[in-house]
């Protein structure tokens, strides 16, 4: 259905985007000791990946309005021209400060070709096929598991990490260069403008630092009290942007009235419950059963690779069937998470067994629950509704690398935990995620009530 000839050459360039987005994820976690080790900056190693965090989520939700204003072939080639020049920036670093600086800028042109891409799609193809284009959308986060750590450690193997990024940068420009060749320039005539949102951005910036100071102070009070706070800031933001003349989200977000609403909670939801596996399964299966490195990582890589089967095997289902895999799909990672617990400590394989059942949780559910929050958004709100799943997505992950911390630190988690203490920990932070993943369970039965 999407191999015909007039949707290739825009199917081409959002997906070359978000593998480019993806990849370079992947590629500085390979390259960065190397940075670090030319560089120096050891103290500063987490700030990269911070810094391109915050200013993705920062792009993305202003991407409904930067294409309402600009276009979204212009906000898309935009943020492929930020991407190359954060890469260049940081390819001729001479300090550790350069490379946080130039990830924040690839940070935000990324967050505007991933916020964009779902603008687009929904624009660029029929209704029938946003759920097929949505999963391979997806599908490019698994693509990414290979092509980045290849890419960055054939460069930082050759001592040429530097090249590594002039090459983002020649695929950023090439990618830039395609969009406008490719992509529909037509505006969202529906999508209302407005000034700069300053207030609310600063909200969402400040949300960001608290969630992110979280996952690094050590009191557990602490963690909880910043955790509280960056909620409250994101409440503070949602009730201006619902005053806004022209808001960063859909007027209904969060709302539990709404197929949107309901969307956009079900989406924080799965994404909360899926974040830790980024962060702390890693160390589960090197120190409980003794994986090297890369052996752990790819163990882990098993959720990306069962959210694009998932999805993938899914994208043709027919509308019933929709929707039990809506429902299915919150459940099918509750399930997995509490298997994680009780078999953490049984073998590797039982453990990536039970991370490949989480990715097929959420790739069972994702597009699905995508196109609802598209379809449902009220008038007007059409490409806002779109922008605001990858910032939501965004959003989910940071809360729940906040959340993962705080559950771990309460489990009694530190460096050097005797095996015991830490099967413990490993028993304990699944658990806590899998009441996310009950909770978002909840939200997709109502979610299929109100559609």
């Not at 990269?48 to 212009?74: E, H, K, V």
């Not at 890693?282 to 089967?309: E, K, M, N």
């Not at 590797?348 to 629950?369: D, E, M, P």
């Not at 460096?415 to 993943?437: E, K």
């Amino acid at each position: 259905m999407l191999l015909r000839r007039e949707w290739l050459a825009p199917l081409a360039v959002l997906l070359g985007g978000i593998l480019l987005h993806s990849m370079n994820v992947l590629m500085l976690a390979t390259v960065l000791p190397t940075i670090v080790g030319e560089l120096g900056g050891a103290a500063l190693m987490s700030l990269p990946s911070t810094a391109f965090l915050a200013s993705s989520i920062i792009a993305a939700t202003c991407a409904g309005l930067a294409t309402a204003t600009f276009g979204a072939r212009n906000t898309y080639a935009a943020g492929a021209a930020l991407f190359a020049a954060g890469a260049v920036a940081i390819a001729f670093a001479p300090a550790m400060e350069w490379v946080i600086a130039g990830r924040f800028v690839q940070g935000f042109g990324g967050g505007l070709i991933a916020g964009v891409a779902y603008v687009l799609v929904r624009s660029t193809f029929p209704e029938a096929a946003w759920a097929r284009v949505i999963s391979l959308l997806s599908g490019m986060w698994s693509v990414a598991i290979l092509v980045g750590p290849l890419a960055g450690g054939a460069f930082a193997r050759a001592g040429q990490w530097r090249g590594s990024f002039i090459m983002v940068a020649l695929i950023a420009g090439v990618l830039a260069a395609g969009a406008f060749r490719a992509l529909p320039a037509a505006r969202d005539a529906s999508a209302k403008r407005a000034a700069f949102p300053g207030a609310r951005l600063a909200l969402v910036c400040a949300a960001i630092a608290s969630s992110s100071s979280a996952a690094v102070v050590a009191a557990p009070v602490a963690k909880a009290l910043l955790i509280a706070l960056a909620v409250a800031f994101l409440a503070a933001m949602l009730r201006l942007d619902r005053r806004a003349p022209a808001p960063l989200l859909p007027s209904d977000a969060f709302a539990f009235t709404t197929p949107t609403g309901l969307g956009l909670w079900l989406l924080m939801l799965v994404a909360v419950a899926y974040s830790p596996l980024q962060i702390y399964v890693p160390v589960f299966l090197q120190r409980l059963h003794g994986l090297d490195p890369l052996s752990a990582g790819y163990g882990v890589a098993c959720a990306s690779l069962g959210w694009t089967i998932a999805s993938l095997l899914a994208a043709g289902a027919i509308e019933a069937w929709r929707a039990r895999l809506i429902v299915l799909g919150p459940l099918t990672m509750g399930v997995s998470l509490i298997a994680m617990g009780l078999m953490a400590d049984e073998s590797a394989w039982a453990l990536s067994g039970t991370i490949l059942g989480i990715g097929i949780g959420i790739g069972l559910c994702w597009a699905f629950v995508s196109q609802r929050i598209m379809s449902g958004a009220r008038p007007g709100e059409g490409t806002i509704a779109a922008a605001s799943i990858p910032t939501v997505q965004q959003m989910g992950f940071a809360l729940g690398a906040a959340l993962s911390g705080l559950a771990a630190n309460a489990a009694g988690f530190a460096v050097g935990l005797p095996h015991a203490a830490m099967a413990h920990v490993a028993f304990v932070v699944p658990l806590c995620f899998a009441v996310s993943a009950g909770l978002a369970w909840m939200v997709a039965a109502l979610l299929n009530r109100r559609s």
